[in-house]
């Protein structure tokens, strides 16, 4: 159970000017981002002001949540108090959130045990909580929660019932450990190692240890590396008085001395002794040496406390890998994948090397290595071109500008490429098989993507997108268009159900003007995944424009209201001429700025100083159907004449588009300045016969086949009705997949060996049966359920309408595969 403070102790802590009464009001849950609340109850809000973003502006969803209880230090945002609300004003948010975790800290009477190093501290943490937790109570910080705001929120989460507390400091300059220090103040110290990581902003590795040192300055007890040289050179600048030392290391003058190792393949038989003692023997289910050394870290304080070495033993021997750290996964064509997509610096690589070549070794696999940047090692590559050959990996692949200057370095054959980008669009699943894979990358990279085309898909439904395919609609749109004309590439509800940073990624590489998504989230996601490119939100909600603004995400603005309040956004973040679009209503009646209220419109420009009208645009709603072009020229007539009005009223004439994918195909002679294509990019085309193609192939697996006779039934409601002796097939797929529930009962099918066999009885949730009568297959063989050359349904007229609603609904539970050719 969490502590609980009284909320008045808290505002005396942190010098808080208080506003409303607080009387008895209790406080155990500190709350700094809104899209956490779960409950509030016992909430308190502080709003922490950073570089991007400021928690003030999202004082209004934390009160849409519940919360009752705010730290702030700007109430010009806050507006009126509620009676039931308080808010404690502070100076800076940031030290007071500091401060309160030094409260909870100082109200918790158990034995804190403070983490630092340069790596190792998560796992070490972990390891160490996994051994406590057997003997006693033990609470440890959440995730890497290292940080000047992640250590205080780690401290106000402790268990009150807790007898240790594993608290886990990590610094990136000088001067940042005091603050740490301040807050934790730990009776037992452990700091793992000195190595490489964030040593730009330090004079020397000795100095960086100094810094670390810090965190125990009033501690009892400390856990260190006797063969780590930059530590021992620190403990005789900085002897800690009063603080006994407890050392690990491979030399009889350490506490725990490593007698004897030996590596039987998989695993590590270790024998120690603490302070000259019986030797007692570990099994460590692990080999290479980080791991190991994270394990002596822990075993020199179990040493220490004198805790059942049997016991700790058998703890020690059930050890598991880390998340974020050295992950094995299951890869793609019988590759191991060592996901180590979290930091990169040369010590950590030699101890990841180590790793990959054990599990090569164990797995009678090949070694991959595929490595990024290193931090701060503009003129360290020959020591990580040594690493990299002493361990002499089969295949190497490198990304990033730095070591593209290592090519006379590395061994003939290795791979460079500049971004993360460069190598996912070179990308092909068949050149990977029966391999072990290290990736190995500094977080900017943001290896999660590569890791991700690595796994292996354990649900054999796939979506198969072909992206030379997706190119070639691309430029097939482009040869109707004069050269010039723009292109702004719609890319909402998951790209048509493509995978959207695929995609967007491809349309940014090959000059598209812009992204469209739907709602404010997309943009987000998109900009997360190393978007760059102007988007535009169709849709967007008032709620969401503070996001849009900290994003760059451009607004499609369809009413008065949401021009004032998107230019009230701008001006709070300080930003003037910010691009918005204009969407007009000239038939679709759907959302847009209908044609009486132009003036209104113009009027309200005037006085939005903090905007730039970019764009102007509207949407045909029947170009696509050849009855209707009476009605779609109308619209184009009502457009030139609300555009002639807002050109005079900015004083220029703003891009304008109106053409969507079915126009493009039919009314090129209105592109204007921009077009928008859709469906169209996707395969999906308005004219017969013209040059477009489907990208996507829905594949799946056979699960099993059954004979059922005659006159039985199959499926739910007893729908699926047999004429004759018939062969059933089970499919892992259904309509929670995105298989359209009206495909069932032989109104639909899929194809088996290029035959049509026909959906039976109802579509259910996870699965659905099919008639495979007289079609030679088995258990495990290949489905399509539709793709390129094939349509799901057997109504030929169907075809375009049915796949439309189909390939935008598969559900992203559907693992995507992209390939090429």
Not at 18 to 45: A, C, H, W, Y
């Amino acid at each position: 159970m969490r502590q609980t403070l009284l909320f008045k102790v808290v505002a005396e802590a942190i010098g808080a000017k208080v506003i409303g009464n607080p009387q008895n009001m209790e406080i155990s849950n500190v709350l700094i981002d809104t899209r956490t609340i779960i409950d509030p109850k016992n909430g308190v809000f502080v709003a922490l002001k950073g570089p991007n973003r400021d928690g003030h502006r999202y004082i209004g969803e934390a009160r849409s949540r519940g919360v009752k209880c705010f730290i702030v230090s700007d109430m010009q945002i806050v507006g009126a108090v509620d009676p039931d609300e308080i808010f404690a004003v502070v100076a800076d948010t940031q030290a007071a959130l500091q401060t309160i975790g030094t409260v909870f800290r100082f109200n918790y009477h158990g034995t804190v045990i403070g983490i630092t190093g340069s790596n190792g501290k998560t796992i070490v943490k972990e390891w160490l909580f996994r051994i406590l937790n057997h003997f006693a109570n033990t609470y440890r910080s959440p995730q890497s929660y290292n940080s000047q705001i992640g250590v205080p929120l780690s401290l106000s989460y402790i268990d009150e019932s807790a007898s240790y507390a594993i608290i886990e400091a990590g610094i990136s300059k000088p001067g940042e450990m005091e603050r740490l220090f301040a807050m934790v103040q730990p009776e037992i110290g452990i700091i793992t190692n000195i190595m490489a990581a964030h040593q730009e902003n330090f004079e020397s590795y000795t100095h960086k240890a100094c810094e670390k040192l810090k965190l125990f300055a009033q501690s009892k007890v400390l856990i260190y590396p006797l063969d780590n040289t930059y530590m021992v050179e620190a403990l005789k600048q900085m002897p800690l008085a009063g603080c006994e030392k407890v050392s690990w290391g491979y030399s009889n003058a350490a506490d725990l001395q490593i007698v004897s190792i030996e590596n039987p393949e998989v695993f590590t038989l270790v024998e120690t002794s603490f302070r000259g003692g019986e030797p007692v023997k570990y099994k460590i289910p692990f080999t290479d040496k980080g791991s190991l050394e994270n394990v002596f870290g822990c075993l020199a304080l179990t040493s220490f406390l004198r805790l059942d070495v049997e016991k700790v033993a058998q703890v020690v021997a059930q050890l598991e890998p880390v998340a974020m750290r050295l992950e094995l996964k299951e890869g793609i064509n019988n590759c191991l994948i060592i996901d180590d997509s979290y930091n990169a610096d040369p010590a950590s690589l030699e101890l990841a090397l180590g790793l990959l070549h054990q599990q090569a070794k164990a797995a009678a696999k090949k070694e991959v290595l595929i490595l990024s940047d290193v931090s701060g090692l503009s003129l360290e590559n020959n020591g990580i071109a040594g690493i990299i050959n002493a361990h002499k990996p089969n295949r190497i692949i490198c990304i990033g500008s730095v070591l593209s200057e290592m090519t006379p370095l590395l061994p003939q054959g290795t791979l460079f490429y500049n971004d993360t980008l460069d190598f996912l669009d070179a990308f092909s699943e068949a050149d990977y098989r029966n391999e072990v894979i290290l990736i190995k990358g500094s977080r900017r990279f943001r290896f999660e993507q590569i890791v991700a085309r690595f796994e292996a898909r354990r649900n054999n439904t796939i979506l198969e997108v072909n992206l030379d395919t997706l190119l070639q609609n691309l430029q097939y749109l482009r040869s109707l268009l004069r050269p010039g004309t723009k292109i702004m590439a719609m890319v909402k509800a998951f790209a048509y159900g493509s995978g959207v940073f695929e995609v967007s990624r491809l349309f940014q590489r090959y000059g598209v003007d812009y992204l469209a998504v739907a709602v404010a989230d997309e943009g987000v996601e998109l900009r997360r995944a190393g978007i760059t490119m102007p988007i535009v939100v169709m849709t967007p909600q008032v709620a969401g424009f503070d996001l849009m603004v900290n994003h760059r995400l451009e607004p499609g603005i369809y009413s008065l209201e949401e021009l004032y309040a998107f230019n009230e956004a701008t001006l709070a973040y300080g930003q003037t001429n910010y691009p918005v679009h204009l969407k007009l209503d000239t038939g679709m009646h759907r959302l847009g700025f209908e044609s009486y209220q132009i003036d209104d419109l113009c009027d309200a420009i005037t006085h939005c100083s903090g905007l730039r009208i970019s764009s102007v645009f509207s949407h045909l709603a029947a170009a696509d159907e050849a009855d209707k072009d009476a009605f779609t020229m109308n619209q184009i007539a009502r457009f030139d004449n609300m555009v002639q009005a807002i050109s005079a009223c900015v004083g220029y004439l703003p891009d304008r588009h109106i053409l969507n994918s079915a126009g493009i195909e039919r009314f090129a002679a209105h592109q204007y300045e921009m077009v928008r294509p859709g469906i169209a990019l996707y395969g999906i085309s308005a004219v017969a016969d013209k040059g477009l193609q489907p990208i996507g192939c829905w594949k799946t697996t056979i699960t099993q086949i059954r004979n059922v006779p005659a006159t039985e039934t199959v499926g739910y409601g007893r729908k699926g009705l047999l004429m004759r002796d018939s062969v059933i097939a089970t499919l892992p797929v259904g309509y929670a997949d995105g298989l359209h529930r009206k495909m069932g009962n032989r109104r639909g099918g899929v194809w088996v060996n290029g035959q049509l066999a026909p959906f039976v009885g109802n579509i259910c949730m996870d699965l659905c049966m099919i008639d495979i009568t007289g079609i030679e297959v088995e258990v495990g063989n290949e489905v399509e359920i539709f793709g390129p050359n094939i349509s799901l349904y057997d109504v030929a007229n169907q075809m375009e309408t049915i796949t439309y609603e189909v390939l935008t609904g598969i559900s992203q539970r559907v693992k995507r595969v992209y390939v090429k050719g």
